[in-house]
């Protein structure tokens, strides 16, 4: 009874909530000067003065400055904690059936890993949903019965890899649709966890394989997107309706501009294939937006591989990153058009997929 009453509550509060806003969400993040910049005495361009009401300024001149609203916005000080419980909301209604996507856009450099994965000191979002999600499963478990299953898996260059997988497969990984219309990559791993232990066990191993067979981790970190997908299994042990949802959580590859003279042979490529799936993800959202008949998930791995998490009445978070730094106005100032492009949208109410 305890958990129907707080479900109806918080279906309420949903409903209350995307009636008035939408069903996505712009955090932007703002990391603190490095000590390299400020050895360098880099200029703080970013102000905060009303960081509280969603304003984050950028000064783009000496007398000019470019104000954006979000729906939050962290200055250097907050911590991944306080990042955490505004997100927390909507990762615990994955544990409802929402199907759910929070990803983390902007210029490398700018702590896109830094609030999804975190540091063993300073966990992110990923390690955090999973406690979260144990948590709230264990305090329901008189009620339901949850299954949790995780997968770990990179895109680069246009290409899936499963960062799970012990076997050292050239097979191709495609994106499928199941008869109930889901979409899924047969063949890779879906490792089942029950505690918090084994899911950092996961999340190691899919870190550790992103390095095999990379000359530069960092670089190729960069340029590839990590996406972590969080299925799960519930089924209501008083009236045995089940609900299968996912939750993706995806560190996207850096979204600068190579510098022109620059890119050639692979890196061209790889340049190429970046700004696609990117501005992919920003057509999707505005086609979402602009309620058009057609949606383009299919432009791009990207957002076919998130397509059951994005739109419909799916919640959708995206933490946008920034630099306070002077040297890196030009890629703020893109990083926060591309976020005031899908703060836009708005989702009318669509059919549940159970
Ligand atoms: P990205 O993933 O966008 O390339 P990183 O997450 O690797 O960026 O962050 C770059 C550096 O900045 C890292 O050393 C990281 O620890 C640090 N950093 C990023 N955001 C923060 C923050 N909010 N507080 C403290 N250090 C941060």
Redesign the pocket.
């Known amino acids: 009874v305890k958990y129907s009453e707080e479900q109806a509550k918080r279906k309420e509060l949903y409903n209350q909530i995307q009636e008035t806003k939408g069903n996505i969400r712009v955090f932007c993040?703002c990391?603190?000067l490095?000590k390299e910049e400020i050895s360098a005495g880099s200029a703080q361009v970013v102000d905060f003065d009303a960081a509280k009401d969603g304003d984050i300024g950028i000064l783009t001149g000496a007398s000019t400055r470019k104000t954006f609203k979000f729906d939050r916005v962290y200055t250097?000080k907050d911590n991944q904690v306080d990042v955490f419980a505004d997100a927390l909301p909507l990762v615990t209604s994955v544990l409802d059936g929402y199907n759910v996507c929070i990803f983390a856009y902007?210029q490398?450099?700018?702590?896109?890993?830094?609030t999804m994965e975190g540091?063993d000191q300073n966990r992110g979002v990923n390690y955090r949903t999973l406690e979260q999600l144990f948590h709230i499963a264990k305090e329901r478990s008189e009620t339901f019965m949850y299954n949790i299953s995780v997968s770990v898996l990179e895109v680069y260059n246009e290409q899936i890899r499963d960062l799970l997988s012990t076997s050292p497969t050239s097979k191709r990984l495609e994106i499928k649709q199941s008869a109930e219309g889901f979409h899924h990559v047969p063949g890779i791993v879906e490792a089942q966890v029950e505690n918090i232990k084994e899911v950092w066990n996961v999340l190691q191993i899919g870190s550790n394989s992103r390095a095999v067979g990379s000359n530069n981790v960092n670089e190729h970190s960069?340029r590839s997107h990590c996406m972590l997908c969080i299925m799960v299994k519930s089924k209501n042990l008083m009236t045995g309706e089940c609900t299968n949802s996912k939750l993706w959580l995806v560190?996207l590859a850096?979204s600068e501009r190579l510098a022109k003279t620059d890119a050639q042979g692979e890196r061209l490529k790889e340049a190429q294939n970046i700004n696609k799936s990117l501005s992919a993800l920003g057509d999707v959202v505005y086609a979402l937006a602009t309620k058009s008949s057609h949606i383009p998930y299919r432009n791009s791995k990207l957002t076919h591989l998130l397509q059951d998490s994005l739109g419909g009445d799916s919640k959708t978070l995206m933490f946008v990153?920034i630099s306070p730094s002077e040297r890196d106005i030009s890629e703020t100032l893109s990083s926060l058009n591309f976020a005031t492009r899908v703060r836009g949208v708005e989702l009318g109410p669509a059919k549940r997929q159970v």
């Open positions: 993040r990391r603190p490095s250097p902007g490398t450099g700018t702590g896109k890993t830094f540091t960069s560190d850096g990153q």
